[in-house]
């Protein structure tokens, strides 16, 4: 089963199609689902009905009301759907992916869902439809190592090697010395110059090597390519590569931002900076995502200089300490320059809320997070931040009754919810409602013993 555009379809579907577009332009989304879901049980292989059904369910997903958040947030791990649909994956992939689709109408980031969709689309051979689930899959889990390769992967099968690596390339820089990834770049790596050079397609017995190696220079290319490659290399490679495609294009944007990336990940913070004022001047400029990238570009700066001074300078700590509460400032201001630009984001108020809670800013900190709660993705973490702010405030009763409320929301039982009973303990404690504190040490006891001091004051609460 091959993927279909838009011309691909019959003139039917193309009129469902443009009948479902139109009134997802009026905002007429529960409409445009609906006939976006219809169109895709006729022709699951049609790409752009798909795509323009996620992107419906995003933007509905973003109009919830608080009965879709709290549906929103116990996820579909644990629905009977996922469970029939993971039934009907093993003798129908299409059935699965309805089956799939309604639950991204409710819950387009559901996880399960996603993986359900992947399957599927590799069973039935639509790669862009299973890139489109990877998309979300990894925001849902950015430090999955082995949902990374995959994606990476899944990216490189459909042609865009400089992608998969560049996905590949990110991951490392917080893991620079990991096997799986230094292995997996490789072989993406490979299979690029392979594509690249026509090596393909050798294997599929077409072409000769007398059409690829035509010099001795390429004989020693293709020697090369065989060789391990470290990922600094690759970069490098990224690098001459983009700098050439600008000297033909120099306007082109995208190519700037991954160039500035590149820099980034190489240390080479002030060259990527000259890369993203580029940006900043152009139509371009006005993306939020560019202000985060710029910001987190001269914060690792910060890292840099605190990495660059003598340990062995008799000021060594003062030193640290003043670049520190610079990079803080820095952060709390840029921060509040983006809130100011940005006033609707719930994600930026999240985020200077949780700086002013770093900097003791307690009022300022839960003025945001009171806010952030809007955000479905970041409203229990708002309310745990924000019971915290009260706790701090010594308003322990305002402090419980949110940190319940989270609790109650919270339906997976996991280091997050652990974080939210134990800080509700803690409060109960210093209410003096011991009883009622122990309980809800209890409740994680009962599952892992070994959770901060919940054993020892479970304990000391039995051997009383």
Do not use: W
């Given at each position: 089963m091959a ?7 019959s ?6 199609f443009?009948?479902a ?5 009026r ?55 996922v ?11 299409a059935g699965?992916?309805v089956?799939?689709?309604g639950?991204?109408?409710t819950?387009?980031?559901s ?12 069973a ?18 950015p ?13 490189s ?12 390339m990110?991951?490392m ?9 230094n ?7 490979a299979r ?10 050798l ?5 000769s090597y007398?059409?690829?190696l ?5 004989a ?17 490679r ?15 944007m ?8 590149l820099h ?5 913070f ?5 890369y ?10 006005k ?7 710029i ?10 200089k ?8 008799a ?12 990079k803080?400032?820095?952060q709390?201001?840029e921060?509040?320059k983006?809130?100011e ?18 900097a003791?800013?307690?009022n300022?900190a ?6 952030a ?8 973490p708002?309310?745990?931040y924000?019971?915290?702010c009260?706790t701090?405030?010594?308003?322990y ?24 009973i134990?800080n ?6 210093q209410?003096?409602?011991k009883?009622?504190?122990?309980d ?10 070994g959770y901060r ?5 479970v ?5 009383g």
């Open positions: 993927e279909k555009n838009l011309n691909d379809v003139r039917e579907s193309r009129t469902l443009t009948k577009t139109e009134a997802a332009l905002d007429n989304l529960e409409y445009a689902i609906t006939l976006f879901n219809q169109l895709l049980e006729r022709e699951p292989e049609f790409y752009p009905c798909r795509k323009a059904l996620r992107e419906t369910q995003f933007q509905k997903a973003g109009k919830g009301s608080t009965g879709f958040f709290k549906k929103m947030m116990s996820g579909a791990g644990n629905s009977p759907q469970a029939k649909a993971q039934m009907t994956l093993r003798n129908n992939p699965a992916l089956i799939a689709e639950i991204l109408n819950d387009p980031n996880s399960a869902a996603h993986r359900i969709i992947v399957e599927a689309a590799n039935l051979e639509l790669p862009r439809t299973a890139v489109l689930s990877y998309e979300t899959l990894t925001k849902n889990a430090k999955d190592k082995k949902l990374m390769i995959e994606f990476a992967q899944a990216v099968a459909l042609g865009d090697g400089t992608r998969a690596e560049k996905l590949l990110d991951m820089v917080d893991m620079p010395n990991d096997n799986d990834l292995q997996a770049l490789k072989n993406l790596s690029k110059t392979l594509d690249e050079g026509g090596y393909g397609a294997e599929g017995g077409e072409g007398r059409d690829i035509r010099n001795k220079d390429e020693v290319a293709l020697e090369q390519a065989s060789r391990v490659q470290k990922t600094e290399d690759v970069a490098e990224l690098i001459r590569e983009y700098e050439g495609r600008l000297v033909n294009e120099p306007n082109n995208k190519v700037i931002r991954d160039l500035a990336e980034t990940q190489k240390g080479q002030d060259v990527a900076l000259a993203y004022d580029r940006i900043k001047g152009s139509d371009m400029g993306d939020a995502s560019l202000d985060v990238a910001t987190n570009t001269k914060l690792r700066q910060f890292d840099q605190v990495a660059e001074i003598n340990p062995f300078a000021n060594h700590a003062e030193q640290v300490a003043a670049l520190k509460e610079q803080a400032d820095f709390l201001e921060a509040r983006r809130m630009r940005f006033p609707t984001d719930m994600a930026i108020r999240y985020e200077l809320g949780v700086l002013y809670f770093q003791g800013k307690v300022e839960a003025a945001e997070f009171q806010k709660q809007n955000n479905p993705h970041k409203r229990i708002a309310l745990n924000l019971a915290q009260f701090k405030k010594k308003m009763d305002m402090a419980a009754r949110n940190f319940q409320r989270a609790i109650e929301e919270k339906q997976l039982f996991d280091e997050e919810k652990k974080d939210l134990y509700l303990g803690c409060v109960l404690e209410m003096g409602k009883t009622e504190a122990i809800q040490f209890k409740i994680i006891y009962e599952s892992d013993m001091d919940v054993a020892a004051k304990d000391a609460f039995y051997a």
